[in-house]
């Protein structure tokens, strides 16, 4: 193996950065050549590679989306693009390649290995958390301080007017950066898809709350457990209380990268180049309990990733 290709793909994710300096400088460290494939599979369809050295990668470390940018590429979903996708590879002469990205992105990882024998590791890098055999994706944490801060200013003007706020945070079908930042930031109720609930408990709770003087309340509720537009417009009628909603939206996936995604995409990078240089193929980079850790993609693919009901009994107690 003498040279091989680094790309972003899906949502970008503060820390894909640290990631891909991490790849670019371990391969060349070892002595290999690294090429920077631009805009994720769409930009490999499309041939869009550089080769890139050492100063590519300079001054990026601390900045958040991706410098190699990423794309959603449909064509990429279809045998031909993942052919036009190999084909350029080979003429590149890239002969592995590092996907950082989603589960939507390993998917697409592990077709272009199996149908074209292209070697692939896969960095988890999404806001969301979402996937299985790493406690923790690339970029999380970073949302989650984010989160936190947009609920503590939140809670300023909450507490000035003794409002009722209803904020939506992201996550696609997963309720970890509620759950996280929901608990961390003291929030009366957290609404997740992973945990069924009744609108009629929550209306219940701040009725509780509101008896015994508590006249501002925030709700963090998960985009995949529902609008916090519907949620917030049935809490009002149903208490009578001033209620707003605020959906954080794209701001959550912005913004300099935390020290723990920094750290935690310096050795996920390193570590997949390490697997490369192996020989190894088909394998996605996690860390468990602290340890940076390698598993086959596809079985980790098929594994659902829990999340800590302990934590979301805790975040109820602590809001009683
Ligand atoms: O997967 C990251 C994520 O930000 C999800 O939380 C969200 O549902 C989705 O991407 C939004 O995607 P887009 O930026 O394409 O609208």
Redesign the pocket.
């Known amino acids: 193996m003498k040279r091989i290709g680094v790309l972003t793909s899906?949502?970008d994710?503060p820390g894909m950065n640290s990631a891909v300096r991490a790849v670019v400088r371990t391969a060349i460290y070892h002595g290999l050549e690294v090429v920077g494939i631009e805009r994720g599979y769409a930009g490999l369809i499309n041939g869009e590679m550089r080769l890139m050295n050492l100063s590519s990668v300079g001054d990026i470390v601390h900045r958040g989306g991706t410098v190699l940018r990423t794309a959603?590429s449909e064509a990429f979903r279809t045998p031909q693009g993942r052919a036009q996708a190999a084909d350029n590879l080979r003429k590149m002469e890239v002969d592995a390649l590092v996907v950082i990205g989603?589960d939507g992105s390993f998917r697409g990882a592990t077709l272009l290995a199996n149908e074209h024998g292209i070697k692939v590791i896969g960095i988890p890098g999404?806001?969301?958390n979402?996937i299985p055999c790493t406690d923790y994706t690339i970029g999380f944490d970073t949302c989650v301080n984010t989160v936190l801060d947009a609920i503590n200013k939140i809670r300023d003007t909450a507490t000035s007017h003794e409002r009722t706020f209803i904020i939506e945070?992201?996550?696609?079908r997963?309720g970890y950066?509620a759950l996280q930042a929901g608990l961390a930031g003291g929030a009366e109720s957290i609404l997740i898809p992973e945990v069924p609930f009744s609108l009629e408990d929550v209306v219940q709770k701040l009725l509780r709350g509101h008896a015994r003087g508590k006249l501002h309340s925030i709700i963090l509720v998960a985009?995949?457990a529902g609008s916090a537009l519907d949620i917030g417009k049935y809490i009002e009628e149903k208490t009578g209380f001033d209620t707003r909603v605020t959906i954080l939206g794209?701001i959550?996936?912005g913004g300099a990268p935390s020290a723990f995604d920094r750290v935690l995409a310096a050795r996920m990078g390193a570590k997949a180049v390490e697997l490369l240089l192996a020989g190894e193929s088909k394998k996605m980079v996690g860390i468990v309990s602290e340890q940076i850790k390698d598993f086959d993609i596809e079985w980790a693919l098929q594994q659902k990733k829990e999340i800590d009901l302990e934590v979301y009994k805790l975040a109820n107690i602590l809001s009683i």
């Open positions: 899906g949502g994710a959603r989603g999404t806001i969301d979402d945070v992201m996550g696609r997963a950066i985009e995949g794209h959550q996936r």
